[in-house]
């Protein structure tokens, strides 16, 4: 009876770690987690790779490693007639200490972009770019937001706020505009946030994103008239 009882133990003992390992396995740097490794409006199941993981560092460690994980892996996509930013993607934590997705915790991110080499009364065109947050198909990376350049430069280079209907939940807003549209454009500032709760932000200033280093975030514009035929 103690031999089987000894047994059972082990068998047990085996079971669980196997278990254990299945549920938790690591390939090339990335973590794969089973469906209680997140709250349950994550989908399942969810690889994460170590680079998203900051939900277990505090203070500027945190700071430091979110900001750089935005910017230092976003990247801008081109197709005919639009250009898409894609921002770096994080795992944080929630007021209870879950984990989860930076877009399941923040829902809105706005970027605003300044003019290079044009300026009026000493102040630079900008742009304010404020979309949604989503996490796109690969989760190491935030949702591209889409600019309809064509669209943008087929109107008159003024102060405006305006949104196309194929953008859905995209705002644009130009300021300080010289009647020519720039057609290069860097990063200047980034905030992702929760629209109904002020308090849940991570936000990048200019002096943030110049002790980063070189800015990765340029948007070219075609060098044509203000109402160009094309855009490739």
Sequence with gaps: MTKRWISGIF??????????CLGRQ??????FLTSTSF?????????????????RLDGSELITG????????????TQP????????????????????LACEFYDRVRMVF????????????????????????DITRIE?????????????????DVTFPENEGVNFKFQNMTGDWPTRWHLKSLRVFNKEEADRSVSLS?????????????????????RPTSFQ
């Design 11 to 20: 068998f047990f003992v085996v079971a669980v770690f196997i278990g254990a």
């Design 26 to 31: 690591s390939w090339n740097g990335a973590i």
């Design 39 to 55: 709250s349950s409006n994550l989908r399942n199941p969810a690889a994460v790779h170590r680079s998203l993981e900051f939900s």
């Design 66 to 77: 979110t900001h750089n994980r935005l910017v230092t892996s976003a990247r801008i996509l």
């Design 81 to 100: 007639g639009e250009m898409g930013i894609e921002l770096g993607h994080f795992v944080t934590r929630d007021e209870q200490g879950n984990r989860q």
């Design 114 to 137: 300044e003019a290079d080499g044009i300026a009026t009364s000493g102040e630079r065109p900008s742009m304010e770019i404020e979309g949604p947050c989503k996490t796109g198909n």
């Design 144 to 160: 591209a937001v889409w600019v309809p350049v064509a669209k943008i430069l087929s109107e008159k280079a003024s102060d405006m």
């Design 206 to 226: 200019p002096e943030d994103l110049h002790n980063m280093g070189a800015n990765p975030l340029i948007l070219s514009w075609p060098t044509t008239a203000r």
